[in-house]
């Protein structure tokens, strides 16, 4: 299958909608209509074609997707290759890896969620990646009660053009 060809423009549009996607539908997670929610950046500076707009909703949702099986996936393996979404080229290792943290907020009394990236050359384990943030986690204050914790990740970003 070939990749579409697009104007330098709508990838700029595409671009701009990736970056602003996780603020858009964290806004109104409710709303499943594409639609819907394209035209709540109307008039906004989120808005972009409506076309570059599903592009980005879409690449977000199969982001989403491959993160669910990602954390399914046993402590041993890596992270494929194809499931891992093009980095910066000015990353500081090949591999950036974001796992977020759930937990009680001892400030506000609530559940909350914290994340926490960080960056390797080498592709790591879910269990390296698991005891590298943990072991971050653990040095930072965050302020999440530690009974009760749970994580996930969150993010897997590969370099672009940077060797596997």
Do not use: C
């Amino acid at each position: 299958m070939t990749e579409p060809v697009y104007s330098a423009t709508m990838k700029a549009n595409i671009a701009k909608a990736d970056n602003w996607m996780p603020m858009i539908v964290g806004a109104s997670p409710q709303m499943r209509d594409i639609d819907a929610l394209w035209d709540t950046t109307r008039g906004t500076p989120f808005e972009v074609p409506r076309e570059a707009f599903r592009i980005a909703l879409r690449a977000d949702q199969d982001a989403e997707v491959m993160l669910d099986l990602v954390n399914r996936l046993p402590a041993e393996d890596l992270i494929p290759r194809r499931w891992a979404q093009p980095g910066y080229q000015k990353m500081s290792g090949n591999y950036l890896y974001v796992v977020t943290y759930s937990g009680y907020d001892t400030e506000t009394h609530k559940i909350d969620d914290r994340s926490l990236g960080f960056v390797r050359d080498q592709a790591l384990t879910l269990q390296e990646i698991q005891d590298t943030a943990d072991d971050l986690f653990g040095k930072g204050t965050y302020g999440l009660e530690i009974e009760g914790l749970e994580s996930e990740i969150t993010s897997v970003y590969h370099k672009v053009g940077a060797e596997w």
